[in-house]
């Protein structure tokens, strides 16, 4: 079996710079990880800014165009690392450059996701590589105004970031003329309270306007339509945190980093029965075994039961799926899940499925903006079934109307917090539903259940 350290070696010897990379595997790696070497010096003195003085030609060179820019982010396969999985250089080129009036740039930051605690992670520890992200961003798609919405219950990271970016102005990287180009770019930190539903790009839009963080219907899209009516390019942090790396070094070295249609590195936010939990940077592709090896192993020796590869959204996978799988976006789909926001949630053999479903159930009934009737209604009505399943008052049919309610709520409602709600019912269902009919038979015994 490969070792921690091997992988570590076999990846340090692409010659990537991360962004980020957990404590647990090697502090030495990333500095910033002691929580004092985040500042703007220290950022330079690990290759900060290059990207962005390279591109305004403040190195001896010519500088980029923007259509080089974007060429370069379309050549690395940088996939948006928010969940959705879309290719960010496509992203960005939907931006109509040449409308006349005010176009913004918006980073998401709302990490309210079950299981992902990697973005504030990166606010907290290289904030200015976010920064540099999005000064690039903003200048391939000529918009000088942009926001950072972050979620609201990590507040020290929002006051991290407001502090990198009075440092960033003070040395004159935001603002009119940056570094004396006719290139100027303004940008801000917004603080959010903490809903869910304003992960989903339109809900932050609208909380973004001080309205309720309600999703709005699509069409028209945000590069049409956005915030204020504008148009508007929304990136996660982390994809914006893989930017500056790939002006530095070139498309087609992040692209080798990963594998073909899954370019470069992922953060996997590695939580439940392992020994080591944390945040783990590694090329897409990875198999999964050589990441579960890395957080140490599944907890106290026992056997892995089921795996939720992406968040909670994501349908949940049992061992002998997840064990032959590699961690990018086309493997996971492949095995019926989805790479999401790479939260890998570990369950061992002693969890109970049901208990497990139930807790989900809760949180997205709670989290429902209830702006639509199926996610309004079918969320409660889940959560309450699968509550009376283990509370021993389980009915017969209970699972057929588990799944006719999912299958009544996706796609049907006008953002996906609907499917994320539906999909791990259902998932569920497929992969143990024997653990909820003995549930059922056996009156909610969890011991006659399991025997």
């Given amino acids: 079996m490969t070792t921690a350290a091997e992988i570590l070696s076999q990846f340090k010897a692409t010659g990537v710079q991360t962004c980020f990379?957990?404590?647990?595997?090697?502090?030495?790696?990333?500095?910033?990880?002691?929580?004092?070497?985040?500042?703007?010096?220290?950022?330079e003195a690990r290759g900060?800014?290059?990207a962005l003085r390279r591109i305004l030609g403040k190195d001896g060179g010519e500088g980029?165009?923007?259509?080089?820019v974007i060429a370069t982010v379309k050549e690395s396969g940088l996939r948006g690392r928010g969940g959705a999985g879309f290719p960010t250089g496509l992203k960005w080129s939907f931006m109509p450059r040449s409308f006349p009036g005010q176009k913004y740039l918006v980073c998401n930051s709302d990490e309210g996701e079950p299981g992902t605690c990697k973005d504030r992670d990166i606010l907290q520890f290289n904030p200015h590589i976010v920064i540099e992200g999005m000064i690039i961003a903003a200048y391939a798609m000529g918009i000088s105004v942009g926001y950072n919405y972050i979620h609201g219950e990590i507040f020290q990271s929002y006051e991290r970031f407001e502090a990198a970016l009075e440092e960033a102005r003070a040395a004159g990287y935001l603002?009119?003329?940056?570094?004396?180009?006719?290139?100027?770019?303004?940008?801000?930190?917004?603080?959010?309270?903490?809903a869910y539903i304003c992960g989903e790009e339109t809900a932050l839009l609208e909380s973004l306007e001080g309205?309720?963080?309600q999703p709005r219907f699509k069409p028209p899209f945000p590069a049409s339509f956005g915030l204020y009516g504008k148009p508007t390019t929304i990136n996660n942090t982390e994809t914006f945190a893989a930017v500056p790396?790939?002006?530095?070094?070139?498309?087609?070295?992040?692209?080798?980093c990963g594998k073909p249609n899954n370019g470069g590195t992922k953060i996997f936010s590695v939580?439940?029965?392992?020994?080591?939990p944390g945040n783990y940077e590694i090329p897409l592709g990875t198999p999964f075994s050589k990441l579960l090896e890395l957080a140490g192993g599944v907890r106290k020796g026992r056997q892995l039961k089921a795996v939720i590869p992406g968040g909670s959204s994501s349908p949940v996978l049992p061992a002998s799926i997840i064990m032959e799988c590699t961690m990018d976006y086309d493997s996971i789909a492949k095995a019926g899940s989805m790479l999401g926001s790479g939260a890998v949630i570990v369950m061992d053999d002693s969890r109970s499925m049901v208990e497990s479903l139930l807790r989900l159930s809760y949180f997205y009934s709670h989290e429902s903006c209830g702006q639509c009737t199926p996610c309004r209604e079918g969320t409660g009505w889940m959560w309450r079934v699968i509550d009376r399943i283990q509370h021993g008052q389980g009915r017969d049919g209970d699972l057929d109307l588990l799944n006719s309610v999912a299958d009544n709520i996706q796609g049907r409602t006008?953002?996906?917090?609907?499917?994320?709600?539906?999909?791990p019912v259902r998932a569920m269902l497929k992969h143990f539903r024997p653990e909820f009919e003995a549930l059922i038979r056996n009156k909610g015994s969890q011991a006659a259940a399991s025997a």
């Fill in 21 to 43: 990379h957990d404590r647990h595997i090697n502090p030495q790696i990333y500095a910033g990880l002691n929580g004092s070497n985040w500042s703007i010096k220290d950022y």
């Fill in 245 to 256: 790396w790939i002006i530095r070094n070139g498309g087609a070295a992040y692209l080798e």
């Fill in 271 to 276: 939580s439940g029965d392992v020994e080591n």
């Fill in 48 to 50: 900060g800014y290059q």
């Fill in 414 to 423: 006008i953002c996906a917090l609907g499917d994320a709600a539906a999909m």
């Fill in 64 to 68: 980029l165009t923007q259509d080089q």
């Fill in 211 to 213: 309205k309720k963080g």
């Fill in 175 to 194: 603002g009119d003329g940056i570094m004396g180009s006719n290139f100027s770019f303004q940008l801000h930190a917004a603080h959010g309270f903490g």
